[in-house]
């Protein structure tokens, strides 16, 4: 039986990895850092380096998906960049295959085209900066990696929602005050079928930096209308506006070459969300 480590497994990818992984075969170590989630039993701060190495070791895995990061707050960029770099130190040292999972807004979206993989990075986002870093730190500690970037998660009826969805949802039901940016550009990805991408590209040999997002470029007011709609929720109170200074703006991602590598399909968000059901997760 393959065997598959996920970091960050209690997160909202993270879920439905495990839950994809284990229907499809896999014997799966899912760690988490705060939140309990089924799948995610294993205590583990990847900051830690010996930790990590200790796990790695225990687990054995035959590959390695890190989806853990910190988004914002002070411990921030020792998760996302320092934790990135102990987990590709550990699955290199013990010969594991690493998926680590990276971002659009690597991208200031200055540009009038979507992101290729070769495209020089430009983050104007803490975020942006920590998982550039991440980026480049991983590449330098586990050469053989595949930096995955992906862009904004959903799910669709029957879910479970995402927080995209959930902010949506809520403003759409006038519970949150939101401005959804109508100039800021990207290719939001069905949950399922981007952890089943991973699932796939666990088991090549494909190395360097893929692009793996949706089909779509929708901005992130036509990305919430379509949420609230989908889920049955009149979008009328949906505000749009521009996005401030410190915001990216395009950063569409031009996935043509993971669609050439993968049976695992990306559809666009018009096709999942249209239809109402975004099954598979």
Do not use: N
């Not at 054995?60 to 770099?85: F, K, L, N």
């Not at 990305?223 to 915001?247: C, K, Q």
């Amino acid at each position: 039986m393959r065997r598959l480590l996920v970091t960050g497994a209690s997160g909202y990818l993270g879920q439905a990895l495990v839950r994809r992984a284990v229907a499809g075969g896999w014997d799966v170590t899912g760690t988490r850092l705060t939140r309990p989630a089924p799948g995610a039993g294993t205590l583990l701060d990847v900051r830690d380096a010996e930790a990590v190495d200790a796990l790695v070791a225990a687990a054995s895995p035959d590959a390695v998906i890190h989806t853990a990061y910190r988004q914002h707050g002070p411990e921030a960029a020792a998760i996302t960049v320092d934790g990135a770099a102990h987990v590709a130190a550990g699955a290199a040292r013990a010969g594991a295959r690493l998926v680590h999972l990276s971002t659009d807004v690597v991208f200031g979206g200055r540009g009038d085209r979507a992101r290729r993989e070769e495209d020089p990075v430009d983050p104007v986002t803490d975020y942006g900066r920590a998982k550039a870093r991440a980026e480049a730190v991983v590449a330098a500690a586990c050469p053989g990696a595949l930096v995955v970037r992906t862009s904004l998660l959903y799910a669709g009826p029957p879910g479970p929602a995402s927080p995209h969805e959930e902010l949506a949802l809520a403003a759409a039901r006038g519970e949150r005050a939101a401005t959804f940016f109508s100039d800021e550009l990207r290719c939001p990805v069905q949950v399922g079928d981007l952890a089943g991408a991973l699932l796939e590209l666990a088991q090549t040999d494909v190395a360097g930096v893929l692009h793996v997002a949706g089909a779509d470029v929708v901005d992130r007011h036509a990305f919430a209308v379509l949420v609230a709609r989908a889920w049955g929720v009149p979008a009328g109170a949906l505000v749009a506006g521009p996005a401030p200074p410190d915001r990216p703006r395009a950063c569409a991602l031009d996935s043509g070459r993971a669609r050439a590598l993968l049976a695992t399909r990306l559809r666009g968000v018009h096709e999942v969300l249209g239809t109402g059901s975004g099954v598979p997760t």
